[in-house]
């Protein structure tokens, strides 16, 4: 059994906090502006709000906050048109360190502090005038009637005078005598920086030098209605200049069962934009907190930009980090809910933006799939591929339906569903468009392509025969279609390089027997010429003939499987995909140039010197020119395999002049 010694309470005595409070309650120093900025702004709400309430019939005028710089006497002032503050009131709010005032007072006017609410929480940030200061004074006088002005002085230490004052106007004046060192805070251009950073849509005008140096209107406060496309696309350029305007954006505006306001904007993906890195700036009350919004935006929206503001954010002392809680979470799914819902609306009401914008919009919604299952759920059927076929008729174009938000109600949207293009005139597709669109031509199974430039010979083959490709071509699409076949287990996603389809090939072009006794057949001995020729037991030759007159002599596949494979090594081990060794040259027999090669190759076996003829060389070289061709579309040469490539079509080239 424990022996309990003694029993009381830890005493704290403001000489021990003190220095910590000067020291150490906020990393940068520049911080003090923003919080005595956000007092005086408090201070001319309360004002207003005992107005509102009867107990003050003096004139509220035009509040306003002036700051002033005296570079002689290394003073800055800060001065509010506010409540002010009695003796009494100094004593129990500026001598106690820590009780905040503010939670006082919106107890008491509670109701008008709803509809205006009080900056400041913690009580704390007048101290923070002592990271720069040497001394701090307070000159005030108190709305209330028949108070007297009154002056506090103090140097930093837990020392404070308290003095009657000739100031004769309702309001408060904090000025700084600045320490050595912190004389930055002395040149105007320092100060209109900080207020533009952390007060510029403060709602009070604040002037220096007498010219108002912020913006005091905060557009995501007000209604939606209320602003047009320029509204938006001017404070987007406000906020990120020199930026190419948004592809859209959203406005946040939400008061249950938490308070946030915003705007979120969906720039133009640039490839150095970091997908990782938030561009979002994060407000309390219209107070700059930060722009590292990794806590309170999903993961997948962090590229988004814009303003998030929200006073139920859980800020620790310094306002500038957040702490992690629940409300922090349910904040952030409303976020992802609203941009979900956002686009669900633009998908069905403006198609043609929405695919217009959809290379860049792609990109969130698929990332915002792979990482949130909510959102994957939200958005599985506005997302769009971009397909080969020509979906330019109205009676093409299938019947669509979008979930809307009003619980499990659907609405037809048919005539929405019309067929839209982008700037390039390509037309895009749902997967189940898709699907629905294909099943009697091959049912649940899907051929897409990457890459329109290299795979251009085998998207041109599988258009010739009338086949319809999907396009996953965006940096992120490795990484997505496992999530669509986990998402379609009956469906078999192919690309177009890994095979060919049963359609592609003309059966009637059976491939004859070339000698009875062995069954030897044309394709056996097409086979036998390259696989001699290339030299390489890891390729798998494969004759085969093709439908259409453009179809090309040869291709080179890689199986589904194997290619993955090679890109999931590739991955973790943080390296580029090596083309694997084991692939497939696929021969077209019914091209002209192969039935040449082949009566080219068997014109002459042996020269009359016993080594190979020249027919038999030239055979050779061109099936290697044939194979590497072929190979060209699906990887680069090295240095030593274009050399030979370059050489060998020259030699080729004066060979057949010579004929």
């Not at 174009?397 to 019309?418: C, H, L, M, R």
Request: hydrophobic content about 35%.
């Amino acid at each position: 059994m424990t022996t309990i010694l003694e029993q009381g309470n830890i005493s704290i005595h403001t000489e021990n906090i003190f220095p910590i409070i000067k020291k150490a309650l906020y990393s940068e120093h520049e911080i003090f502006l923003r919080e005595l900025v956000s007092n005086a702004v408090d201070a001319i709400k309360k004002l207003s709000m005992v107005a509102r309430s009867g107990e003050y019939s003096g004139d509220v005028g035009s509040p306003e906050i002036e700051i002033k710089i005296d570079k002689d006497k290394k003073t800055l002032s800060v001065s509010d048109t506010g409540i002010g503050m009695t003796a009494d009131e100094v004593k129990q709010y500026i001598n106690q360190v820590a009780f905040s005032s503010a939670e006082e007072f919106i107890t008491k006017y509670k109701d008008s502090a709803a509809e205006d609410p009080i900056i400041g929480h913690f009580g704390l940030g007048f101290y923070s005038s002592f990271m720069v200061a040497s001394t701090v004074e307070i000159d005030t006088l108190s709305y209330k009637e028949g108070a007297e002005a009154v002056h506090w002085s103090c140097d930093g230490s837990t020392q404070f005078e308290l003095s009657a004052s000739e100031r004769s106007s309702v309001g408060t004046t904090i000025t700084l005598t600045l320490m050595e060192g912190e004389e930055e805070y002395l040149e105007p251009a320092r100060i209109r920086q900080l207020i533009k950073t952390y007060c510029d849509f403060m709602p009070v005008p604040i002037k220096i030098d007498g010219e108002v140096v912020n913006k005091h209107e905060a557009p995501w406060k007000q209604s939606p209605s209320s602003l047009t496309d320029d509204d938006y696309l001017e404070f987007y350029r406000y906020l990120y200049p020199f930026q190419e305007d948004p592809l859209l954006w959203i406005h946040l505006n939400t008061d249950y069962p938490f308070v946030v306001n915003g705007i979120l904007y969906f720039p133009k993906l640039k490839p150095d934009i970091d997908i990782t890195k938030s561009s979002i700036k994060l407000y309390c009350n219209q107070v700059f907190v930060t722009d590292n919004c990794e806590e309170v935006v999903p993961r997948f929206l962090l590229p988004l930009r814009g303003v998030i503001d929200s006073t139920d954010i859980p800020l620790n002392v310094s306002r500038s980090f957040l702490q992690g809680d629940r409300t922090v979470r349910r904040i952030a799914d409303y976020i992802a809910k609203k941009v979900g819902d956002s686009l669900k609306a633009l998908y069905r009401d403006d198609r043609p933006k929405y695919i217009a914008s959809w290379q860049d919009l792609g990109n969130f919604v698929k990332f915002g799939s792979l990482n949130d299952d909510k959102f994957k759920e939200q958005v599985k059927d506005i997302l769009i591929f971009r397909t080969t076929a020509q979906l330019g008729n109205a009676e093409e174009a299938p019947k669509v339906e979008v979930q809307t938000d009003e619980g499990d109600a659907w609405s037809d949207v048919s005539e929405s569903a019309k067929p839209a293009t982008d700037a390039k005139g390509n037309f895009y597709t749902t997967l189940q468009e898709y699907l629905e669109r294909n099943k009697e031509k091959h049912e649940n199974r899907v051929f897409y392509a990457t890459d329109e430039v290299s795979q251009a010979t085998y998207i041109q083959l599988f258009k010739s025969q009338g086949l319809e490709l999907l396009f996953m071509d965006s940096f992120i699409d490795t990484h997505f279609i496992p999530t669509l076949e986990r998402e379609y287990s009956e469906v078999k996603f192919t690309r177009v390089d890994a095979d060919l389809d049963d359609t592609l090939l003309d059966k009637e072009k059976q491939s004859e027997i070339v000698d009875p006794a062995t069954n030897k057949t044309r394709d056996d001995e097409v086979k036998e010429m390259f696989e001699k020729a290339i030299g390489k037991p890891r390729v798998n030759v494969k004759p085969q003939a093709l439908k259409g007159e453009g179809a090309p002599p040869a291709m080179v596949l890689v199986p589904e499987e194997a290619r993955r494979m090679q890109e999931t090594m590739a991955m973790i081990q943080q390296q580029e995909m090596q083309f694997p060794d084991d692939h497939v040259l696929m021969v077209n027999t019914a091209h002209p140039l192969i039935q040449n090669l082949l009566g080219l190759s068997q014109s002459t076996i042996i020269g009359a010197d016993g080594g190979s003829s020249p027919a038999g060389d030239m055979a050779t070289m061109i099936c290697n020119q044939v194979y590497d061709t072929a190979l060209m579309a699906q990887k680069g040469f090295d240095a030593d395999g274009m050399k030979a490539y370059v050489e060998r079509s020259n030699t080729l080239l004066t060979k057949l002049t010579e004929r």
